[in-house]
């Protein structure tokens, strides 16, 4: 504890959640908001950071990604004894007026469309992969893919001895 009476962060951490509930309302709203200011802090410091890590090996990952003959998904390389561990997910986005018009032609059909299209009309990447190439054909100008944002890691690489 800190010898004025008033409760710091660094103290937070020390003493028992009932003690702080017992912590007069102001003492609380101080805490909560130099809390709140320090997690905006670095929030915005690790923001900084992912776009300068970004910078640095954007390309370097999609030269790999091209190399693997991958769009997107997950690759490593090494950097000076780093491995960095760069991720570009997959997102797909389906129309939904041609999932509908598919279903109910597969339905006419005598077959069950639940067996490929969820109920929001959008099909697993899984069941996609699975159809036959003559199926996957009659869906693709409903299936739009994109990309998320890509991730690093950045790996310290231990000695090996």
Known sequence: MTISNHITLA????????????????????LKGAADEQLTQAKSVADWLDGAISLKYADRAQ???QEAGKDTGTIRFEDDGVTVIAELPKRIDWDQALLAQIAENIASAGE???????TKLS??????????????KGF????????????????LNEEVR
Do not use: C
């Open 112 to 118: 069950d469309p639940a067996e490929f299209i969820e």
């Open 123 to 136: 099909i697993s990447e899984r069941k996609y992969g699975a159809l036959p190439e003559s199926w996957r």
């Open 63 to 65: 030269d790999a990604r």
């Open 140 to 155: 693709e100008p409903a299936r739009t893919v994109r990309t998320g944002k890509p991730k690093f890691r950045l790996v």
């Open 11 to 30: 103290d937070i951490h020390r003493m028992p959640v009932g003690q702080i509930a017992a912590l007069p309302a102001n003492q609380l709203a101080l």
